[in-house]
């Protein structure tokens, strides 16, 4: 049974409000293609007012600024306990837009409280220093918001990105405005309310559904936003950064996907491994930043490990994915659908050998099964380019040295993942590994208190850990002349 649709409407100041133009939009249920609901469509107009109200619930004597930091940690936890209150909810209702997983939905939320807890526990430890100037003074460093934030989440994982960027922006003491991806919009306008009923001020939390080439230009071109935050494609995330630059000088923090290298030697124990490496590729079909898409099979073990890969990835059940028993559920849309079998097609024309999957299943949602290509080369496009979709690339190699730097032979540099059972090997990788995680015998393990964020094109700056609250803060010095007796 499909979950109530509560909000439709922008969330600005506090308050549930139609686009000033008056328009809507549709979205989806990958699953079957069928309309969720029609939401407000917030362009330049709106997103003009969410800033001003965000603005204003910057001001310095505002209720938002007037409060302790360990007021603003108080109020993040009962958000906490609200999302795990309602997490049955949410997840369904990620589940309908998102296409992901119930299952997965249930965990990823399920562990949503302990994100919230630990960047809201950050609020009162943010601390500045003394320096010890020549002379007879006294200089010290504060440590403030940078002000109000622009953050622009994806589509494939609304609910973990908007606590991600929404509690760390909250937890330093700015002021935010939210533009969700426009295929997924519906979970940000529920977590938006439950801030609300956990006592966050007017203004301090907006959300405005758009499309890209409207509101979020509109907000990246915002004179008033001091900072913006992007997880997204490499192109977008360009534009991005150009745009931060264009009416003030904004901080950027971006996360732009990757081409991430899993790497398996010969020691290896298959029995590990190749589920490890269907489920670092395959996970959520494929739209992960991290996934494996590049998976480095030592010469020994090639042929072995290809034929349990192929057998794996035929044997995973696809399904709808309210179902607890589905495995594999469909893309986010049709765009998406039709990209990832454009890819597919190229890997059979430039010499992959196709062994498992690489078709759409049936006409009705966006269904691509689990793709296995073998013999892989570095120069195909699909050794290359990220897919974001169901395809796991094998290549052979012979050396530690070798695959060393085949792995870092990308724009990209987000994760990296060897499975071995020699230490010296497993350190040799991690050192030289251009990337921001690196998994050594286990393949997506994530938490709050680890930093993420990548190397080269993968982006700029880091989300999560001790940290992490420093890209959203500004440093002050301030220094007083003391008498020279006292």
Not at 178 to 203: C, D, F, H, N, S
Not at 293 to 318: C, H, N, P, W
Not at 338 to 364: D, F, M, P, S, V
Request: net charge neutral; with cysteine; hydrophobic share 40%.
């Amino acid at each position: 049974m499909a979950p109530q649709i509560k909000y439709t409407k922008l969330f600005i100041d506090n308050k549930w409000v139609d686009s000033v133009s008056g328009k809507t939009f549709d979205t989806y249920n990958p699953h079957d293609g069928s309309v969720i609901a029609s939401v407000a469509e917030g362009d330049k107009a709106d997103v003009d007012l969410a800033v001003a109200a965000a603005r204003r619930a910057f001001q310095r004597n505002s209720e938002w600024r007037l409060l302790d930091a360990s007021q603003r940690g108080q109020l993040l936890f009962k958000f906490a306990e609200l999302v795990e209150r309602d997490a049955e909810y949410i997840s369904q209702l990620e589940t309908h837009n998102n296409g992901m997983l119930l299952a997965n939905c249930k965990l990823f939320i399920g562990q949503s409280g302990s994100y919230i807890r630990y960047l809201a526990s950050l609020a009162d430890k943010v601390q500045g220093s003394t320096i010890p100037l020549s002379g007879e003074v006294f200089s010290y460093t504060l440590k403030q918001p940078v002000g109000v934030c622009g953050l622009i989440l994806p589509w494939n994982g609304p609910v973990l990105m908007f606590i991600w960027k929404v509690v760390t922006a909250l937890a330093a003491g700015c002021t935010v405005v939210v533009k969700p991806a426009e295929q997924t919009p519906l979970t940000a306008l529920v977590l938006a309310a439950l801030l609300a009923e956990a006592g966050v001020p007017p203004g301090v939390v907006n959300v405005v559904n758009g499309y890209g080439e409207t509101a979020g230009v509109a907000l990246t071109h915002h004179p008033d936003v001091a900072k913006i935050s992007f997880t997204g494609s490499l192109e977008v995330g360009k534009l991005i950064q150009q745009a931060a630059g264009a009416n003030n000088l904004k901080r950027v923090t971006l996360e732009l996907g990757g081409k991430s290298p899993l790497v398996i030697m010969n020691d290896a124990d298959l029995n590990l491994a190749v589920p490890y490496a269907a489920n670092a590729v395959f996970c959520h079909q494929g739209q992960v930043c991290v996934a494996a898409s590049r998976l480095f099979v030592q010469s020994g073990i090639y042929d072995e490990f290809v034929k349990r890969a192929a057998e794996y990835a035929k044997s995973i059940k696809i399904g709808a994915p309210t179902d607890l028993n589905t495995q594999h559920g469909p893309q986010i849309d049709q765009s998406m659908l039709t990209k990832i079998l454009g890819y597919i097609e190229k890997g059979k024309q430039q010499g992959a050998k196709l062994l498992a999957g690489g078709k759409r299943i049936g006409n009705k949602g966006f269904y691509i099964e689990p793709t296995v290509f073998a013999d892989v080369t570095d120069d195909m496009v699909i050794a290359r380019e990220e897919i974001f979709g169901p395809v796991q690339s094998i290549l052979k190699f012979d050396t530690l040295e070798e695959v060393i730097d085949r792995a870092n032979d990308t724009e990209y540099g987000l994760a990296a993942g060897i499975f071995t059972t020699n230490l010296n090997t497993a350190l040799q990788f991690s050192k030289h590994s251009e990337a921001g995680t690196v998994w050594v015998n286990n393949y997506l393990t994530m938490g709050p208190q680890a930093p993420f964020g990548g190397f080269k094109n993968s982006g700029v700056h880091r989300e999560n850990g001790s940290d992490c609250l420093e890209a959203y803060m500004e440093v002050k010095t301030v220094t007083i002349a003391l008498p020279k007796k006292v």
